[in-house]
């Protein structure tokens, strides 16, 4: 790893977080190590880094990627408030931001603000604010030519307004009840009564009560289509974000 192509950014936020475990980017594909990291534009001095480590991989892919060919660089790096590759805006937290994608095959550190591992998956989350050490590296795909970025230890610095919809239990289901009777008719706990759905209690039309699998043998999980935090669309595999 060269120094000139790595970068230690300042404080950015994360998003789309998969630090602790990996995801593949398709069903059967290899699970990678990832986040995106929205850039303050006003971190003008990071920004500034990231360029020189961007065209130093460049420089590097010409020699080493290639073979002596110069083809029109293919930056990681999308302005927030633009849009994506496939012409749809970038979401709102993204405004005033530079946006790119890194990934690692390799577990990466995930420390605190005193270099403490964390382990708690409760406070590795899309958006956390942080900082992250990125490798910039050249790569030829079968002719796809450009600019990635290699993530290594990423620091969590301190909590944000989370991403993605992550609410609270209390947010969610409202502040627990006071403690009371339980209604007639309610099943013991350890003594559930017969369920009995809905509609059979309305009358209107036959209930099936589908089958469960075999014991130890679990239903087969449905396949879920991962989509690129960048392009927006479903990912087919190769780099995040091209």
Not at 95 to 101: L, N, S
Not at 122 to 133: D, L
Not at 207 to 212: A, D, I, K, R
Not at 215 to 241: E, F, H, M, R, V
């Amino acid at each position: 790893m060269s120094q000139a192509t790595s970068v230690v950014t300042g404080e950015v936020r994360l998003s789309y977080v998969n630090l602790l475990q990996p995801r593949a980017n398709q069903q059967g594909g290899e699970p990678r190590f990832s986040v995106t990291i929205l850039l303050p534009k006003s971190d003008v001095a990071t920004y500034q880094r990231i360029q020189q480590a961007i065209q130093a991989a460049y420089e590097l892919g010409v020699t080493t990627k290639w073979n002596g060919a110069r083809p029109p660089l293919k930056t990681p790096i999308h302005d927030g408030d633009g849009v994506r590759p496939n012409g749809e805006p970038f979401g709102p937290e993204c405004r005033g931001h530079w946006v790119f994608t890194a990934s690692s095959k390799q577990k990466p550190e995930v420390v605190d603000a005193n270099l403490n591992p964390i382990l708690d998956p409760t406070k590795v989350y899309s958006g956390v604010y942080g900082r992250v050490h990125i490798n910039f590296f050249p790569y030829n795909n079968s002719g796809n030519r450009g600019i990635g970025a290699g993530l290594g230890p990423v620091q969590i610095l301190r909590d944000g307004e989370p991403l993605g919809g992550r609410v609270t239990a209390e947010e969610a289901f409202g502040a627990a009840p006071a403690p009371g009777p339980a209604p007639a008719g309610s099943a013991v706990y350890g003594q559930p009564g017969a369920y009995v759905p809905p509609a059979a209690q309305q009358g209107h039309g036959q209930y099936t009560n589908p089958q469960p699998p075999a014991y130890g043998q679990p239903a087969a999980p449905q396949a879920q289509q991962q989509i690129d935090p960048i392009t927006g669309q479903p990912l087919g595999g190769g780099i995040y974000g091209i």
